[in-house]
Structure formats: structure tokens, C-alpha cells
């Protein structure tokens, strides 16, 4: 059975999993959504990184720190 909550020790609130979108590609270090880059990280887990906007509240899951680490104007290959 596959959980869809993780600890409360690793993510320091409960969030159903559904609630996390993936990160966008060729998406810099701002949020999607606000366009602002103000983050909580929730969770390192190996290859994905889940975080919060801390403006907006919107949770995602990036699969590397590239994707929301990113300087502004690179172009993905």
C-alpha cells in the first residue's frame, strides 16, 4: 500500500501527496504561480526535493536542485 502522507518528523506538517505539483521545466528560481521566490524546503528525499512557497503556499517537487536553482535567462539544452 502506498503511503500518501509522509512523517511529520521529515515534513514538518502533513501534506497529502496530491496536493504537490511537479516543477515546471525551464522554470527558474521563482514560483510559478506568484512569480516570487520565496521558499520553505519540506523535504530532501534522495532525487526530489519537496518545497513550499512561502507566499502563495503552493507545494512542489522538484527532481533536482538545478530545476529550482537555475540562473535566471540559461537555457535548458
Known amino acids: 500500500m502506498l503511503l500518501t502522507?509522509?512523517?511529520k518528523p521529515?515534513?514538518?506538517l502533513y501534506y497529502p501527496l496530491e496536493m504537490f505539483e511537479a516543477?515546471?521545466?525551464d522554470t527558474f528560481s521563482f514560483?510559478?504561480?506568484c512569480a516570487l521566490d520565496s521558499f520553505e524546503p519540506l523535504l530532501d528525499n534522495g532525487p526530489e526535493h519537496y518545497i513550499r512557497c512561502k507566499v502563495c503556499g503552493s507545494l512542489w517537487i522538484a527532481h533536482?536542485?538545478?530545476e529550482i536553482e537555475a540562473p535566471l535567462g540559461a537555457v535548458s539544452a
Do not use: E, H, L
Open 5 to 7: 502522507f509522509k512523517s
Open 10 to 12: 521529515q515534513m514538518r
Open 64 to 66: 533536482t536542485k538545478a
Open 23 to 25: 516543477w515546471p521545466k
Open 31 to 33: 514560483c510559478p504561480k
